[in-house]
């Protein structure tokens, strides 16, 4: 069971569906819910001429803040007629970006969701900085909600797309109390043959889910000329799954965390509620 959930407000239309299907899950699993709002300051700019900060500094904080209580408040009212255990706060971000101050408050929560952008091209950029920073940055896994996504709790069907790797892994196993809670798992592979040892590591997962009294079949499928996400992604839709459970992958480039091919396909195309593990 999940006790501690957080979910940033990102300012994105989805916020709304993922604020929703965060109500639900801290209902489901009795979990406290920390809704935290930012407050981006920007960091003064000094020139080699100034001899006293710019006087106009503290104005625009001023304004700054008082804009982020406001939205705060409007958070909180639209909270007050939850049930469940719920706090809201704001947080400014002065020397840090929003995502990378937010990563930093989700140390103590079993779970973070966040808005996606449910294929929307304007919404990416933000989008992938707010997911990298949380899950590499905050050492939790990220459930990502497209807009219009939320589904009915308990789940009917879950996805996990299994890859034998530490990422996947530690998915599958910070995603149980989801997976514990659904009706059927299916563990899907793509394009293994019979003596693939992938495949054999996908059995053994398999085994391990049922020990966990979690119903899980074994899917394999065929890619052709589709890509890995595209294969999930239409399986995913053709068998009304309504979650799917895959690892988060990328690497370091010039400071910069640069998302794998079928990390970021998922993150940014999918329509369905995506929980990422590293």
């Known amino acids: ?50 001899i006293v900060p710019d006087p106009t500094g503290g104005g625009v904080y001023d304004a700054l803040r008082e804009r982020g209580q406001q939205r705060l408040a409007e958070l909180k009212a639209r909270l007050d007629d939850e049930t469940v255990c719920w706090d809201a706060r704001a947080v400014e971000a002065l020397y840090a970006d929003a995502p990378h101050t937010v990563a ?14 449910g294929g929307r091209a304007d919404g990416a950029a933000a989008l992938h ?16 909600v497209p807009p219009a996504s939320g589904p009915t ?10 890859q034998p790797t530490r990422p996947t892994a530690r998915a599958v196993h910070d995603a ?11 563990l899907v592979v793509i394009g293994r043959d019979d003596d693939d040892p992938a495949l054999d590591s996908a059995r053994r997962m398999v085994a391990h889910l ?22 999930l992604l239409d399986y995913a839709e053709r068998s009304g799954v309504q979650l799917l459970v895959a690892g988060g992958y990328g690497h370091s480039r010039l400071r910069e965390w640069v998302l794998g091919g079928v990390t970021r396909e ?12 590293h």
């Open 1 to 50: 069971m999940y006790k501690d959930l957080m979910i940033p407000m990102t300012g994105s239309a989805g916020d709304a569906d993922a604020l929703r299907l965060a109500v639900k899950l801290a209902a489901r699993h009795s979990a406290r819910l920390s809704v935290l709002e930012s407050v981006d300051l920007p960091v003064p700019i000094s020139h080699a001429w100034d």
């Open 104 to 117: 930093r408050e989700a140390f103590d929560a079993d779970l973070c969701l966040l808005a996606g952008s």
């Open 129 to 144: 900085a707010w997911f990298t920073a949380l899950l590499l940055e905050s050492g939790r896994p990220v459930l990502v």
């Open 153 to 162: 709790l308990p789940l009917r069907r879950a996805m996990v797309a299994w």
């Open 176 to 186: 149980l109390p989801l997976l514990a809670d659904a009706g059927l798992v299916e």
């Open 210 to 231: 049922v020990r966990h009294s979690i119903p899980t079949d074994l899917v394999n499928l065929r890619a052709g000329e589709h890509s890995v996400a595209e294969v």
């Open 266 to 277: 998922l993150l940014l195309s999918a329509q369905l509620p995506v929980f990422f593990g």
